[in-house]
């Protein structure tokens, strides 16, 4: 699988003082993964706890460079994890 990453590691984030809240999902719960019979990895997700606000990803999967730039507009963004729960991506992808 190939690794890929953007912003800060839960332990970074909490080095630098923030309360964080995280989340990893497993490869067997994204559908496009199962698709290609690819559900080796995860992708974690490290967001401020108050606010949501998104200050890292970690991907470990087959389309975790493919994947990552949209975590990359995320943070450049700005955004929560709520906002990010609430987008639609209507093609079946990894992201």
């Known amino acids: 699988p190939q690794v890929a990453t953007v912003g800060l590691t839960e332990a970074e ?3 630098q003082g ?5 989340r990893e999902l497993d490869l067997e719960n994204v559908p496009r993964a199962l698709v290609n019979f690819d559900t080796g990895g995860f992708i974690k997700l490290v967001a401020e706890r108050d606010s949501g606000r998104l200050l890292g990803v970690q991907a470990v999967a087959g389309e975790a ?31």
Not at 76 to 84: E, K, L
């Open 65 to 95: 460079g493919e994947l990552i730039q949209t975590a990359v507009m995320a943070l450049r963004a700005r955004m929560t994890v709520h906002d990010i729960a609430n987008e639609l991506f209507p093609y079946l992808t990894m992201v």
């Open 13 to 15: 984030a909490i080095e």
């Open 18 to 22: 923030f309360s964080v809240d995280t």
